[in-house]
């Protein structure tokens, strides 16, 4: 945890980054996985002071409706605390990579609810 808490004085806020550097650790993601350690340990005050960073940070906020998570256009959204950027062998960027086998949203939540 110790170097954890190192690592979290050089990260930067998402926003600091440039669009072709996304999937990028930072600031945000470091508290969020914080927060679940803690969350896990059950230790629920560091836990909530942790996840209270994230939320307050104003970097990250949640889709006004739930669909949102999946929609393709919303890659690296405003939900989005970590997300990996996966690549062919091409070395291009696969696009729609959070949908899985190509399906759409509504496909993925028939009878979900």
Known sequence: ?????QQKKVLPLK???????LGRATLGTADALLAKVYLFRQNYEQAKAYALKVIQSGEYSLYPEYR???LPDQENGVE???EAQII?????QIENSNIPNGKE????L????
């Not at 926003?15 to 072709?20: E, F, G, I, K, L």
């Not at 028939?110 to 609810?113: D, E, I, Q, S, V």
């Open 80 to 82: 989005s605390i970590f």
């Open 1 to 5: 945890m110790l170097i954890w808490r």
């Open 68 to 70: 949102g998570v999946f």
């Open 105 to 108: 949203p509504e496909e993925l």
């Open 15 to 21: 926003s600091a980054y440039p669009a072709s550097e």
């Open 88 to 92: 062919n062998t091409d070395g291009q």
């Open 110 to 113: 028939a009878g979900a609810f």
